[in-house]
């Protein structure tokens, strides 16, 4: 693809977290599962001449590692150029420009964490990529045959691995205050058994909590209220069945937890924005192109 082409396709990351010119994974509405991580996009152009995309604010984390100089993130409070000595994690919600004319090789990852920032925890921050995490990028820039299409399941094990890699970082600064035991096994027992029918006051129980306490404890750690934790579980992976099937929607909403199709479909439109279908078609052509 010419240099041209891509400037085309490539519209950045706004209020979604996929560019057109990268390996889409999940959309936004869902939240991350117990790893506390949930991939968006991953991407690597190895000449990207042009990267101007101002009043970046959305709602999703970013990664940006240049193997050459060239490119830069403006903040207010400064400019932070990417470069090989760092990886650059831009947390949501932060208002940045991307400025970048120079040809250079480009990786980037589009993501959720669980987990919130401590208030003094300085932004961007500005990683010392380790021997591993070397590694970790290259193989991923290794994974792509083009823009956007290439090895799709490397690419998504390489790029969550890079993420539990730098999220571990201890320069990285993170709010204290972990789910209780009870909590966590709750949570846990959610993600395990989600297609089947899960009642607030059995939850509750496995957390050893009342019904009201259980949910301003899970809404205090994880966001949202149990129900709809549960749901966006149910549409994460109607999300992946989607993708890597060709099952009917009738049978992926047994197997998620919907009673229907048609509920499925409204429920998926809300968290996601777009229709099963659509999404299914895609996904079906970077699977089709890769092939």
Request: aromatic fraction near 10%.
């Amino acid at each position: 693809m010419s240099n041209s082409e891509l400037r085309k396709r490539n519209h950045g990351c706004y209020s979604n977290p996929f560019s057109g010119v990268g390996m889409e994974f999940f959309p936004l509405g869902l939240m991350p599962d117990q790893s506390g991580l949930l991939l968006h996009e991953s991407g690597h152009v190895e000449r990207n001449d042009w990267w101007n995309f101002p009043n970046t604010l959305s709602p999703f984390w970013r990664l940006y590692f240049n193997a050459r100089p060239g490119h830069k993130v403006v903040f207010p409070h400064g400019e932070f150029p990417l470069e090989p000595g760092h990886i650059v994690i831009i947390p949501d919600h932060q208002l940045f420009h991307s400025v970048g004319n120079e040809s250079v090789p480009h990786t980037w990852l589009n993501f959720q964490v669980a987990r919130r920032l401590a208030p003094r925890q300085s932004i961007p921050i500005l990683l010392a990529p380790t021997t591993t995490e070397r590694q970790v990028l290259r193989e991923l820039a290794n994974q792509f045959d083009g823009i956007g299409v290439g090895n799709r399941d490397r690419a998504l094990h390489l790029s969550l691995a890079l993420l539990h890699l730098l999220i571990s970082r201890r320069e990285i600064e993170w709010q204290t205050g972990l789910p209780s035991e009870g909590l966590q096994r709750a949570i846990a027992h959610m993600e395990r058994h989600f297609p089947n029918p899960l009642g607030l006051r059995g939850l509750a129980k496995m957390a050893g909590l009342c019904a009201r306490g259980f949910t301003k404890a899970f809404k205090r750690h994880q966001g949202v209220t149990p129900s709809h934790y549960l749901t966006q579980i149910r549409v994460r992976q109607t999300a992946e069945l989607l993708v890597r099937t060709t099952e009917s929607l009738e049978s992926i909403a047994e197997k998620t937890g919907f009673p229907n199709r048609y509920y499925l479909s409204r429920v998926f439109k809300r968290l996601t924005g777009d229709s099963p279908a659509h999404f299914r078609r895609q996904h079906a052509c970077h699977q089709e192109t890769r092939a």
